[in-house]
């Protein structure tokens, strides 16, 4: 069925001329680099999947490419939360583009509860400022449950991480929380000439689709965040350091905890898979809901 909104094209002026317009300068301050090239920011929409029925959220939307992409490909509530300031008034021109469709939030992402924006189903869309990506990431695996899917853009850096396995140089904490929460798929690089000014890095736009339920070892219940969050931390913070005594330096001291993970004390943080982790802070949680301390 084709969609009734009118073309936004004829009423929506090119980026470049949006950008000069406003006076809108990239800020290394805020991580922001434009994107100019219309065919990569629709690219970037088709890769999320169907938009129409569900709340799209979009952070750091700037002047609005990825904005008006997302509205192209059939968003029907698309909530944009922008720190820039100058960035509103190219994001008003887009809403009035696609009237009662586009929402502007402005304010900080970190201090958003994107998981309460809207109705569910929900997925987050965006070019991520380079500097709050895996915070920001962090934040939004701790509720998962709330998204349908995450399409991002990483530094290529952190999408090698996201999608690493053990025993790899990039293989570590926000590694294992990604994939014990979701099904991690990095999807396509985008050079630096791409950008407005161009980083210094490669970006890759990767796909966190959430699992129904978090990783569980065999037979037993899914860790919670927290004692996941405890576990990789006190693994990965001493990388070279076998688990038993990286453990201990975060106040984890039980052999009996490997024991029932199934995992060597002797083993190092990156030669452990996921599941591996699951095991180890579901124990971890066991011991600590029996009063038998960490």
């Not at 952190?158 to 904490?173: F, I, M, Q």
């Not at 001291?253 to 898979?273: G, K, Q, V, Y």
Request: hydrophobic share 50%; charged share 25%; net charge positive.
């Amino acid at each position: 069925m084709p969609d009734p909104r009118p073309e936004p094209a004829p009423a929506l002026p090119p980026l470049g001329e949006v950008i000069r317009r406003h006076r809108l300068s990239a800020r290394k301050g805020l991580g922001q680099n434009f994107i100019l090239d219309l065919n990569l920011t629709a690219r970037i929409a088709r890769a999320a999947g169907p938009l129409r029925g569900r709340t799209v959220i979009e952070v750091g939307p700037g002047p609005g490419g990825l904005t008006r992409a997302l509205l192209a490909a059939g968003a029907e509530r698309l909530i944009a939360i922008e720190r820039d300031r100058r960035c509103l008034a190219a994001l008003a021109e887009v809403a009035a583009a696609y009237p009662g469709l586009l929402e502007v939030i402005e304010g900080d992402a970190l201090k958003v509860d994107a998981g309460r924006l809207g109705e569910a189903p929900r997925k987050i869309v965006a070019n991520l400022p380079f500097n709050v990506a895996a915070p920001l990431l962090l934040a939004w695996l701790r509720e998962a449950h709330a998204f349908e899917g995450l399409t991002l853009m990483f530094q290529r850096e952190v999408a090698d991480r996201l999608a690493a396995r053990p025993a790899s140089k990039a293989y570590g904490r926000l590694t294992v929380i990604a994939q014990w929460r979701c099904e991690v798929a990095p999807l396509f690089n985008v050079p630096a000439r791409a950008f407005v000014p161009p980083p210094k890095v490669t970006a890759t736009v990767v796909s966190l689709v959430p699992r129904p339920a978090p990783l569980a070892p065999a037979g037993g219940r899914a860790p919670s965040f927290a004692a996941m969050e405890r576990v990789s931390a006190a693994d990965f913070g001493q990388r070279r350091t076998k688990l038993r005594a990286a453990l201990r330096s975060r106040g984890v001291n039980d052999e009996a905890l490997h024991a029932a993970a199934e995992i060597s004390p002797t083993a190092r943080a990156e030669e452990i898979d996921v599941l591996g982790f699951a095991a180890l802070a579901a124990a971890f949680e066991a011991r600590s809901r029996a009063g038998d301390g960490p």
